[in-house]
Structure formats: structure tokens, C-alpha cells
């Protein structure tokens, strides 16, 4: 991974080296979209970076009990051994991970993820040898978030000018607590990661998104790394409705963080494990939270553990912390098989990757609101505890986390509606979003390994013990009920019930998906399997005789299904397996999964999301870039707008366009959130001066009028209001003069003040609102994560995405929308007055009405038609005037495809020899990320 590595590093210092090179040279309204882009994609290659230190891993997850702890304990152990044991290096002793560490009774974990691995790590604390890793309270955030708009339905809705109007309060007050230097536990970048996070989950939220519109998270990311770790909550209140509850939940575990001196990891010893009946991985310990020392060791004394607090290592020191604290904190569970599993052939895959064990998903509570506030302290828990599983499997899949994905699934119906989802977005972001893709990837990881087997996604039919009762209670002609219900109910339907990827049968354009599995548990099968062994641990020696028959019909039934064929690619092998004594199934699987491990595969994914990221930011640098060879500038172009034409002439077939170029318009919303927060910022400042030299300048006019000099403020220049005082006085020399009239009152910046102003760019308010607004609009369709772009537009290379918003860039300095926006504006942005003449709506109509024509034309419209590109089917120019059924789409298109030429050309007889500075440092930025 060091060439992985390297490669992050290179784009990383690119990308700093660019953010800086914005902030010399590009025009202000670029500036606020193109350093909002570049920092995200910074946040992405760091996020590559951190993912190379990270073993490949195959994840076990599913609904609430599935049977995935019963698969752990088959993959994680010897196949010679009865039971999965965990291994305390530092006094050698074995746990049985079953009776001695996992909650008895098929109760939940806590909502953490457990890693199952066989790597030693050096330097942990020789009593503490177990690694818990912690959530941050940028994950708080986000669990809290994902739990509350997950589960509580018809959420109370302040009102937009309400919620703005107490954010502003809030951020007024913190302000005041703002120390000199930043807290180091929370950055700019881990805040607008949240942003980003709940963008992409909770988009469609009201809070969320209004939140957005207000500019909630930059603000917020300018504060709250300089405020202390309890006062965060008082601005991130607003995301959960500001209920108390949350509000208490979110201040106690971040005490508890602080208590940790805010470490991202610590080290307990096996007494956080055991006994189990106090473990932090059991579920209970979340009500107990609110316990006292006391209350908790007296419900607990029959277990012999005399203390609610645990001793932990976290940063290098020793802390004692409330276990139950401390249980809702960890976000993963490190423990460590013992040595032998290795020496098992068929366990090959852990010498590669490591088995993460993920609580199971359940269906959301769907609390109203108002029932929610009423509700005990457990149930309010619960809505946290649903948040933190959803949010950890998001976490793993984003970030790298997951290479191979078991889908664990019992007998029976499965409820979690969220379930399908997750698992397709799973597919569509590490295997592909079409059965042709999907064939592609197959294919080359197949020749990148060598290996037959190139499927990252198995499902786990658990609990097949049923079919053995089912098929007990019906006659032979009655078994492919069986297998239709298990296999295409269950399964195959429910996980595409409509989608328009129907994965299951389509997976890729070859074949359906075959990679289902069936596994029995021995301990569930005593009534057909002649057994010796007690409550706990089975020896089967065989079918009994009685079941025999009915054994050999299901087979013959379950290898000639057509369901159980389309899905199983052994369909002989794999029911051979299962029901051999003591087998479960995990045998004929294990073939399938151990090439899947191989850290190569994870390596290219890596790779080639680093390749994405610098492409991406090498086209967002280049619109900037004007090289000296025009030859070269207009071949790029040519080879931009054939993709772009293609990706338009999809979206057309498909009848997305009229939706994508309303996506890069601007909302009202947009507009009217930058002109509040200018008529309420700087130029509200200009407009009270101004206000205060009206009534100044009025007695300065009556004066100068009483000696017979006619002077229109803000009309007169400066030079003629002096010729008339030289000559009323007969006063030649010009610092005589002045001194003269200040005896008489009048001084000489009073009088600059009353005189013509001339406007420039830079001291024009019309001029820095429109800069303003250009570039919200701009960061606006920038922010268009990859998921929407996908689902929506159809666009699977953000590289394309990029080159459409760098065509809206170009064209807007070639066409003059500035300078359109600021004619348009200016009578109604200067007559703006706090009592008198709030013009909000108007404003904003205006500007986005002249943005979004420019958007719908490309700005076209404003070059006169003998000008414009020439539609090939009609023959006349594009977006003519009253033609009888013109294609807007396809005019669209052609405008797109053209402008790519247009810009070269116009960029070229742009007067470059002031910037041959900032184009000598851009080209050599752009270099260093081409360079491998």
C-alpha cells in the first residue's frame, strides 16, 4: 500500500498548494465554490489515506437475530475445534466466546461492531490487552441525527424565519466563548463531514434541509472547534428538534469522551468481558446509564463485581469511566483468536482479513413526536441505539471498512425495510451499478488474483434446521414450497421488490446472482440426527433411519428447483455439505470466500477511487488553465464535449434533462439567504453611514448654495465644486482655499463625501452582492454529491459532472452574467432600507429569474442568433426566438457541446500577461498531481 500511499500524498499536497492559489488569484465568486470543492476532496483523499492502514475485513450483518453469531463462531474457529475460543495473550488463558463472553439469552450487542482478528498489536498495556475503539463527538452527532429523523415521524417544524432567527441568536452567543486557538479533538474538516453525511441520508428532512440552505455548517465550522466540548450542543441542538433528552445523552457521553481526554481508542482488560452478566457488550447496560454506583452494585453483587467504573488506557493514561459510559462510546470490540485457527487450511482467509461481527438492523420505532417526548428513558434509548447501528454499517461501507459482505438471513419474513437498500447501495459502491459493471469488475479481479471466485457479496440462509420441520409436516410433492418461499419470497423478491436493479437476477448480463448459501445449526437438528452430547454441545453420528427417505426426497427436490438453481452454483455440493453430521454448510462456502479476501482486490479499489479523486481535481484546476498553446487548449475541449454530448444524449433518452438543468439552477432560497445576510453585514453598515451623510450633506448643500455655488450630491465631481470656490473666493491655490473654508466649516472630506462617487468593482456593494451570489450559487451545484448524481442523473463519472459546471463557469465570464445580475440589481439593492423597503422577495426573484435564464439558455440567448451554434435537425440557430417546436432539450445539448470551443477561443484573446504569474504556479500545481 505505499505506492497508495504516496499517490494520497501527492494529490494532498496538490490540492494545498490549489487551495492556495485560489485564495491569490481566482475571482472572489469562484473562490467560495472552488474552495468549498477542493477542501471536500481533500476530506476524500485523507479518507484514502487513513483506508490503506486498514485490514480487508468480511462482515457478518443482517436483521436482528439471524444466526450470525452462530457463523462467527463457525468462521472464526478451527474446524477441528467444538467451540470458538478468544485468547488473552498476556496470561494465555482461552475464553469460549459463546458461554463466557457473548450475552446469554440471544440478546443484542450494544450497537458495536466486533473485530475478530489474529494479529497481535504491540503496545497496549500488558493487564489491558483488549483494543475498544470510540466514537468521536462528530460520530455523536451524526448516531443522534440518524436516530431521531430515522424513528420519530411527523416532527414538530419551527418555521423557517423562527429557526433562522434563534440559529443567529446561538451563533451570536458562542461567539462570545470563542477562544484565541482551536480545541484539537474537532476541525473544520470534521464538521463539514457531518454536513456531507447528513446531506446524503437525511437530505429530504426539513431541518436538514433548511439547515443546509442557512449556510448552517460553514458557520458552524468557523465556531465550534474554538468553543468548548460542552458548548457544542447548544448550536448542534437544532439537527434533533433541540430536545432534552438528546441534549443530556449527547453532554453525558461527551463527558465521558473528555473523561478519555477525547482518544479515538482505548485498551481494557477482560474484565470489561467478563463476567459476562456486566459486560460492556451487553445491551442492558444502556438502561443502566442513569444508575447509581450504589443502585448499580447492589442489582449486580450477585455477579461478585464490586464497582460500576472500569479501569482504562486511553491516550496513554489510566482513566476510570463509568462502564456503561464507556459501552455506548465504543464504536468497535478488538479481540484476538488464538494462534491454531491458522493452522486450518480451510481458515486461510484470516491471514488476510480479519471478521467483523455487526449488530443486527431492526425496523425503525416510528415514534410521533409527541409521543416520543412522553415516552421512559429505554425507549428514548432505543431511538440512540437504531442510530448507532445505521450509522456504523454507513461508516464501514464508506470508508473502506467492509471487502466482503455476508448478508446473514434467518427463516421467515424480514421486516427491516431498510434492509434492500442498504444492501443495493452496498453492491452499487464496491462492485458496480449494472450487471455490465458488475461482469467487469468480476473479470478483472479475476485476473488481477488468479482465482475462479470474484463475488464480494454472499448471503447466508441461516436457521435451515426449518426446512427439516417444514418438510417433516408436508408430503414430497409440498418441498418446493419450501425453497420457492426461502430462496425467492424471502430473499430473491424482497430484496428487489421495486428496484430497478434487479440484482438477484440480473447480476451480471451473463447471470443471476450465485452466491447463496444454506447453514444448519447441529444444536437445532437433535430430532433428525442420531446425537450424543449435552445442552450445549452436540456429536452427530448420523440421520436416524425414520428421516432418511425424506432427507434424500428434499435433496432431490432442492437440487432441481429452478429457484434454488439460479442462485446456488453448487446446488449438489452445497445440501451434501449440510447435511453431513456435524457440518453446517460453512465448508462449501469457504472456497468462495477466501479469494475474495486477498488484499490485492482492496488495494485497486483504493487505487482507483485515489485515480477518481485526482481526476477530478485535475479538471477543476484546469478551468482555471489558459496554456499558451491554443492547439492543445482547443484538442482537450474537443474530447470534453464529445463525453458531455454523450452523457446529455443519455439524459435525453431518458428524459432527465429538463430535471438536471433545474438542478443547476438557483433556488430562491439560495438567493435570498445571500442578500440577508448582505443587507444585514457590511452593507448594512454602508447604508447607515450613508443614511448619516444625507443628513449631513444636506446642510453642506444649503451652505454652499448661500454663496451661490449649485452642487447635486453625488452628481457634482470633487474638481468642479473647487473651481466654483476659487472662483467665489478668487482663490487660486488650492490648500489657501481649503484652509479659508475650514475656518468657514466647511472641510475637504466632507466635501469628497458629497461629490461624484466613482464606483469600481471592488467598492461597489451592487458589485461584492453579486460576487456573493454567483459563488453560493455556484458551491450550490457543487455540493451535488455522487449518490444523487448517480441515482437521479444517471452520471457514474463525477469527472463529467465537473466539466458541465466548468462549461456554466467559462460561460458566465464570456456572456457577462455579472454584469447583467448588477444592471438588473442595483435600483432595487440600493433603494433597500430596514423600515422602509425590505425587498427580499423582489431581489430575490430577480436574481435567480436572470441566473436561471442564463442557466436554461447557457447564456446563449444574450449573443446575438447570427452567432449562435446552429441546431442540426431544424437547421436554425439554437434557442431561436418563436420556433415552431423547438427542442430545448437538444438545443441545450448543442449549446453544452459548443461552448467547450467557444470558451478556448474566448479565453485566448483575454489580455493574459498579468496572470502569466498565477498560470506559471497553476501549471506547475496541475503537474505535480499528473505525475505518478
Known sequence: MKDIVAKCQIVGRGISSALRWMEEFASEEKQRASLAKLKKLNREIKKLERATHLKPAVALFG???AGKSFMVGLLAKSSSDEVMYVADDTTGKMYDFTDQINPPGGKESTGLVTRFTVERHAGQPADKPIMVKLFSQVDLVKIIAVGFHKNIIEPATCPREQLLGEVEKVLADLRGEMRETPYPEIDEDQIMGIKEYLSMKLGDKYIIRTLDEMSFWERAAEILPYV???????????????????????????????????????????DALVPREVSIIDVSRYSEIKESEEEWCRKNAR????????????????????RTILSALISELVLTLPTNVLEDHSRDFLKNADILDFPGERSADMFKERDFVVKGFEDQLKV??????????????LNFGISS???????????????????????????????????????????LT?????????????????????????????????????????????????????????????????????????MFSKAYFKNRGGETHVWEEGLKEEFEVMMSYMRESFVTDENVRSLVDKPEACWDDMIQPNHSGIDYMMPYLTPVTDPRIKKKQIEDAVEQVRKIVLNE???????????????????????????????????????????????????????????????AVQKEVSQVNVSDNQVLVDLLDSYGIQVVPGKTRYEEIISQLKTVTDIDDEKMLLEVIGEAGIDEADLHALAFYDRTKENDPVYQFVNRLVGEWLRHIDSMDSSRLKEEFCIVNPVAFVQVVGVLKDN??????????????????????????QNFELVTRIASSVINQFVFSLGWIWVPVSERPVQKSSGTPIFTPGEEGMDIAQSWRTGLVESFVANVYFKSKVDNKSNLKSMSKLGEIIHSIQED
Open 303 to 322: 455477579t461478585g463485581v464490586r464497582t460500576k467504573s472500569l479501569e482504562v488506557s486511553a491516550g496513554g493514561k489510566l482513566a476510570n469511566i463509568d
Open 812 to 837: 458566465y465570464e464570456r456572456v457577462g452574467l455579472k454584469e447583467r445580475l448588477v444592471d438588473a440589481l442595483r435600483s432595487q439593492v440600493e433603494s433597500y432600507d430596514v423600515s422602509r423597503n
Open 450 to 522: 488468479g482465482q475462479d471466485y470474484a463475488n464480494p457479496l454472499f448471503v447466508i440462509l441461516s436457521k435451515f434446521n426449518t426446512a427439516f420441520d417444514k418438510g417433516n409436516a408436508m408430503k414430497k410433492e409440498g418441498y418446493y414450497s419450501i425453497w420457492n418461499g426461502r430462496f425467492d419470497d424471502n430473499f430473491s423478491q424482497a430484496y428487489t421488490k421495486q428496484m430497478t436493479d434487479v440484482w438477484t437476477k440480473k447480476w451480471t448480463d451473463k447471470d443471476s446472482f450465485k452466491n447463496v448459501f444454506i447453514l444448519r445449526n447441529p
Open 384 to 397: 440512540f441505539l437504531r442510530g448507532r447501528v445505521s450509522y456504523l454499517f454507513d461508516y464501514y461501507s
Open 405 to 447: 459482505l455476508c448478508l446473514v438471513l434467518g427463516d421467515g419474513n424480514h421486516e427491516v425495510a431498510q434492509l434492500p437498500h442498504l444492501i443495493l447501495e452496498w453492491i452499487h459502491g464496491i462492485h458496480g451499478e449494472s450487471p455490465e459493471a458488475r461482469a467487469r469488475k468480476e473479470s478483472d479481479t479475476k485476473m
Open 621 to 683: 484546476l484546469e478551468q482555471y488553465y489558459v496554456g499558451g498553446n491554443i492547439e492543445v487548449e482547443l484538442s482537450k475541449a474537443k474530447k470534453n464535449a464529445l463525453q458531455t454530448n454523450l452523457l446529455i444524449g443519455k439524459m435525453i433518452s431518458e428524459q432527465r434533462t429538463g430535471k438536471f438543468i433545474t438542478a443547476l439552477s438557483c433556488p430562491d432560497y439560495v438567493a435570498r439567504r445571500v442578500y440577508q445576510e448582505f443587507v444585514n453585514g457590511q452593507f
Open 63 to 65: 436483521p436482528s437475530q
Open 228 to 270: 468548548s466540548w460542552d458548548k457544542r450542543y447548544e448550536l448542534l441542538q437544532f439537527i434533533w428538534g433541540k430536545h432534552d433528552f438528546f441534549n443530556d445523552l449527547f453532554i453525558l457521553l461527551s463527558r465521558g469522551l473528555s473523561t478519555l481526554n477525547f482518544a479515538n481508542m482505548a485498551y481494557v482488560g477482560f
